[in-house]
């Protein structure tokens, strides 16, 4: 059974989104974290998953909506996390964050057809990724990778072909990390839930 996974952080004022501050408040850099979670989940369940797991640090609340099952994040460093949100699967894996509002259910079915791949890989433009989909999830295929630098992608692909995967790519996106990412992304998927907020918070501003 395939499994749809979710590394999130309950968006809260000066714990998400940090980076969009101080071009946004504290608490709007938050409330668009909310958004992006929010349009990220409505994708997932629109895709052919088995089962939808939200691997969440925090609490969850109301805006976790029915069909998505919630699970405390481990601890440890993000690798530890992710390889600790892998093993919650029981066959094929697809893992994304809560950055990428934009995502749609047709890319996640793509991730999720291990048909003629044993992995697949979504780079960031960043330098990061967005998805890493596993066909037989094994937590060395991410653990010891360095997260959160410019090279975390080259690496974690690396990993994947070194261990003799065959690996397909999926299309880079944009994180929103940054005023100018959130501006990008709002453009690029401007029927979002992200997008309506980002505008409606600029618009304020003026």
Do not use: N
Not at 6 to 14: E, F, H
Not at 49 to 56: D, F, I, K, N, T
Not at 118 to 144: E, I, K, M, S, T
Not at 162 to 173: K, T
Request: charged content about 20%; aromatic content about 4%; proline content about 9%.
């Amino acid at each position: 059974m395939s499994t749809l996974l979710v590394i999130a952080k309950t968006p809260v004022a000066g714990r998400v989104k940090t980076r969009l501050t101080p071009a946004f408040t504290p608490q709007q850099a938050a409330d668009l974290a909310l958004a992006s979670l929010r349009d990220t989940l409505a994708a997932v369940l629109a895709a052919p998953a088995g089962r939808r797991v939200l691997v969440l640090d925090g609490k969850p609340a109301s805006w976790v909506p029915e069909g998505i099952e919630v699970v405390p994040q481990g601890t440890g460093g993000l690798d530890v996390r992710l390889a600790a949100a892998f093993a919650l699967a029981d066959g094929p894996a697809l893992l994304i964050g809560m950055d990428t509002p934009q995502v749609t259910p047709g890319l996640l079915a793509a991730g999720l057809d291990f048909t003629e791949a044993d992995a697949w890989f979504g780079p960031a433009d960043d330098g990061g990724f967005w998805a890493l989909g596993l066909a037989d999830p094994d937590p060395a295929l991410v653990l010891g990778v360095p997260m959160s630098v410019p090279q975390t992608g080259e690496v974690q692909r690396r990993r994947l072909i070194d261990a003799g995967l065959a690996v397909r790519d999926l299309p880079e996106l944009c994180d929103v990390d940054t005023p100018a990412d959130a501006a990008r992304v709002a453009a690029a998927a401007p029927r979002t839930r992200f997008a309506a907020l980002y505008s409606a918070l600029c618009t304020v501003a003026r």
